[in-house]
């Protein structure tokens, strides 16, 4: 379990680019991005969909489950870097997700919120 922990947590970080800006999602800007930052997002129900859809992988705290410690990664990526993640995957571990645009954008407000 610790070895795969590992593997995941250094498969995540090289997808995830460059930490000090938080841009280089590997992906490029497209317009499923930019229309998911144009919505308003709803904290609240993106707490209910973070619950149901992502808890089950870096836990209900965003930092206990085994994939990426959401406390950490957070506050460090733009609003466009975590959208494409969660849209298209990071090309390792973490899989696309199957959320409306409306999903997405109320995922994106909960973590802002919860995380940074």
């Known amino acids: 379990m610790r070895f795969a922990l590992i593997a ?37 129900a993106g707490g209910t969909t973070f619950a149901n859809t992502c808890a089950a992988c870096h836990g209900a705290d965003g930092a206990s489950g085994y994939a990426a410690n959401l406390v950490e990664e957070i506050p460090e990526k733009d609003d466009a870097f975590i959208v494409d993640i969660v849209i298209n995957g990071d090309g390792g571990g973490m899989p696309a997700q199957d959320l409306s645009d409306q999903e997405v954008a109320d995922v994106l407000a909960y973590v802002r919120a919860t995380f940074g």
Request: hydrophobic share 35%.
């Open 8 to 44: 995941f947590t250094l498969a995540f970080t090289a997808a995830c680019g460059d930490k000090d800006t938080g841009t280089d999602s590997g992906g490029d800007s497209n317009s499923e991005v930019d229309a998911i930052l144009a919505l308003t997002g709803d904290a609240t």
